[in-house]
């Protein structure tokens, strides 16, 4: 069985977690390379990936310890352990911010629940640069990541992003584009608003922008390549139900044989109107 993380009175070490470039490796900052100086351990997703970078800013003498989707959670209690006796962990991941859609998260809780201090470099995120410049409302958004591949959890998590009133941001892969792109456009409509962004910071960084419609066709044939991120706006705010709308409603159930208050609190929770309201509208019924 394994042993719970343990807890310490007195911390000297410490986690961070430094932002990497998304492609451009000028991208990195001046702290970031200070705390991967300062690191005693550095904590990667591929020891080759992550030597390259490390190499360009100097910094090739550091231990490393491989942290990703397969070891991630068995690895927590040696990065807790680490920091329990004053070592300064980094965290980094392939590129762009540790924990968002990338490995992190887990580290973070375990060394947060054992009384560890946990702190950060921001930097680079595909995201954020994505929603910048994608011409859409970039004031309120919801991140989603990668969507599901396949089954019930996709079909939901497409119905949620239909819905949302806020700009979505997701990410995907190349293989996989036009079937998101055209599940996107079976839940939304034809007519959405997207912004597509490819090869961010890179010399062939690309942002088409257009609805979704148009970006099944465009993205039909080829072999894109690269990480893709999908910026989608909002759904526009459903019109709130007319008088008259609710009116033909309650006629419909109270002929169906319904009471006029269930037929009230059956219309309200339908349209999400306010059930007194909408009982008051039964008053006015011949």
Known sequence: MRRAIGRWSRVSGKLVLIATPIGNLADITSRAIDALREADVICCEDTRHSSKL???IGVADKPLLVVNE?????IREKI???VSKGKAVALITDAGSPGISDPGERIVRAVIDAGGVVSATPGPSAAI???TISGLPAGRFVFEGFLPRSGVERKERLEAVAGEERTTILYEAPHRLHKTLTDLETMCGPHRAVAIAAELTKIHEEVWRGNLHDAVKRYADGDPRGEFVL???GATPAAPPTDDELITA?????SA???RKDAASRVSA???VSKRHVYELTLTLG
């Open 80 to 82: 807790v352990d680490l």
């Open 250 to 254: 309650l006629r419909a159930e109270i």
């Open 70 to 74: 397969h070891t991630e959670y068995d």
């Open 257 to 259: 044989g319904v009471s």
């Open 54 to 56: 490390l190499q360009h």
């Open 231 to 233: 910026v989608l706006a």
């Open 129 to 131: 640069m994505a929603v």
């Open 270 to 272: 339908r349209f999400g």
